[in-house]
């Protein structure tokens, strides 16, 4: 039983050694040679697939680099596009607070600064703004409210004890009198158009109104002082046959980028 397991083993040595004899003896060199001719193929093609798997694990190895590289400098510009927009605030914030506290000193009135909190409506033509200072900070309805150079940007409509809500310029509801700075010195009544500009009614037909007149509040009525700047006129409408013209007046200020504010106590 053992001799019959081991023999396909001693065929096998006993080949083996007849083939090195063989070989030695040179009897066997031309099968050598045809066997090697017939498998160089064979073998180029598996070491070109070698070369290639090879080839195509380095590219593999080295698009996973430059993934986790490039995510790597993105990360890096994101952190920096945020440091960047934080400065600019910081910035931004300083150069409204050092004109707010050039107009201070430019004119008599008090004024309370405060930030907007809130915005309390998402129509255009009907915007209104909450700032964080009101009843205990010594602000009341009616009081004016102006940007850091001291343009008028609307008016307390409400007040609470530590907040406060502001009706716009442009808000059709927020109404000032108003004076223009020409020959003249037009008076009328200003408010909002569509939340976009504003328009100042019931100016008589009879007085010459040009484009870049500037308009001001005429401290007539209210608690609203005279000489805020509430923006040029734009436009002109006026018909032969009214009794009134109308002047379209755009505020020099960006309505959508509030966030220092200051209420105005005569």
Known sequence: MKLGKQKPFLIFFLILIALIILHYAKVIRPLERFLLYISKPIAGSFYNSSL???QVYKQSQNDEDFLSTTKALEDEVASLVIAKANYQEVI???RRLKELL????ENEF???LAAVVANESLEQENRDLTINKGALDGLSSGLAVVNEQGI?????TEVKDSISKICLSINPDCEFAASMQNEDRTQGLTSGNLGLTIKMNYIPQLEKISL????ITSGLGGRIPRGLVIGKVTEVNSENNEVWQEAIIEAPLDFNNL???SAVIP
């Open 152 to 156: 008028l940007i609307g008016k307390i």
């Open 102 to 105: 050039g107009f201070i000193n």
């Open 52 to 54: 290639k798997t090879n």
């Open 259 to 261: 966030t220092v504010v």
């Open 212 to 215: 870049g007149d500037l308009v």
């Open 92 to 94: 931004d914030e300083n």
């Open 110 to 112: 008090k004024l309370v």
